[in-house]
C-alpha cells in the first residue's frame, strides 16, 4: 500500500515537475500545473444555495491572484455554472503591470460583457491580489455597481509579509516590480477608500501561526486581520490555507450564499 502511494505520489511529482519545466521553456506561467491540478475536485451543486429562478441574467467576475492564472478559479467558475450563475474567468498577467492598469483591463472585461447582452446584476470574486484589483476597478468613476462582492484571502491595507520580503532580490525575480511593490502595507493604494464594503463579503484563512512572519495567525501568506476591513457586510473565518481558498468545498458554499445573500452562513464552514 505504502509502496503503491509513493509510487503515485512519485508521478505526481514528475508531472508537476514536467509542467513546470514545459512552461518555463514555453514562457507560459510557471504555475498553470498547480493550478490545473488544485481544481481537479468535483464541482459543487447546491440547489438549497442557487439564486432565484427568475430569469434574471446573473454575471459573476473572477480575478485570481498574484502568480496565479485563472485556471486557479476553475473549480469555483465551475460550480458557479452549475448554480445558476454565468461566469466570465479571465487571466491578467498580475506581476507585469500596476493594480490600476489591471484594474483598467478588468473594467475592458466588464464592458465587453455589458456590451454582449442584457445583464441583470453583476457581482466580483477575488482571490488575494485579485481583490485589490476588483476594488480599483470599483474606486473608477466609469465601474458597474456590484450586486455584491467577495474576497477570498485578499490583504486590503497591505501585506506584513510583502513588507518584509518586497526587497528580497527572489521576491522581484518573482513577482516583479509594479503590483508586487502595491503589496505593501505603506502603498498610497490603501489609504483609499474600500468602494461599496456594505456589499463585500470576506472570506479568511485560518491556519493559526502559519508563516512565523506574520504576527497572529494566518493562512501562510495573509494574515487574519488583513484579510478582512472594518465595514464589510460579513466576515467568515474558515481553517483553510492561501493558496487552497478558490477550492475547498466549504468556501465554495459560502461563496454560493453570500451572492444571493449578502451574508454568510457560518453553518456551512
Avoid at 468535483?42 to 454575471?59: F, M, S, Y
Wanted: proline content about 5%; hydrophobic content about 45%; overall charge positive.
Amino acid at each position: 500500500m505504502l509502496r503503491r502511494w509513493l509510487r503515485r505520489l512519485g508521478l505526481l511529482l514528475a508531472v508537476c515537475a514536467a509542467g513546470f519545466g514545459g512552461c518555463t521553456v514555453l514562457r507560459g506561467p510557471v504555475s498553470l500545473p498547480f493550478d490545473l491540478l488544485i481544481n481537479l475536485g468535483p464541482t459543487i451543486e447546491a440547489k438549497e444555495l442557487r439564486p432565484p429562478e427568475d430569469g434574471k441574467v446573473r454575471v459573476v467576475f473572477l480575478q485570481h491572484g498574484m502568480w496565479r492564472t485563472a485556471r486557479s478559479m476553475d473549480r469555483l467558475a465551475r460550480t458557479l455554472r452549475a448554480n445558476g450563475y454565468e461566469v466570465v474567468n479571465v487571466g491578467y498577467p498580475s506581476t507585469e503591470a500596476w493594480i490600476e492598469d489591471h484594474a483598467a483591463r478588468l473594467k475592458d472585461v466588464v464592458e465587453a460583457r455589458v456590451a454582449a447582452g442584457a445583464v441583470d446584476e453583476l457581482s466580483f470574486v477575488g482571490h488575494s491580489m485579485g481583490g485589490l484589483v476588483i476594488e480599483e476597478y470599483l474606486r473608477r468613476a466609469d465601474a458597474r455597481a456590484p450586486k455584491a462582492c467577495v474576497y477570498l484571502g485578499s490583504p486590503h491595507r497591505g501585506a506584513v509579509l510583502a513588507d518584509k520580503r518586497h526587497h528580497w532580490f527572489a521576491f522581484q525575480l518573482a513577482m516583479g516590480g509594479r503590483a508586487a511593490a502595491q503589496l505593501v502595507t505603506t502603498a498610497e493604494l490603501h489609504q483609499r477608500p474600500i468602494p461599496f464594503g456594505d456589499r463585500s463579503g470576506t472570506v479568511v484563512g485560518d491556519i493559526g501561526e502559519g508563516n512565523g512572519a506574520i504576527p497572529g495567525h494566518d493562512d501562510g501568506t495573509v494574515g487574519v486581520a488583513e484579510a478582512t476591513f472594518a465595514g464589510c457586510a460579513d466576515s467568515v473565518v474558515l481553517p483553510v490555507g492561501h493558496s487552497s481558498i478558490t477550492v475547498v468545498p466549504a468556501v465554495l458554499r459560502q461563496v454560493l450564499c453570500f451572492l444571493r445573500d449578502g451574508r454568510f452562513a457560518p453553518a456551512l464552514g
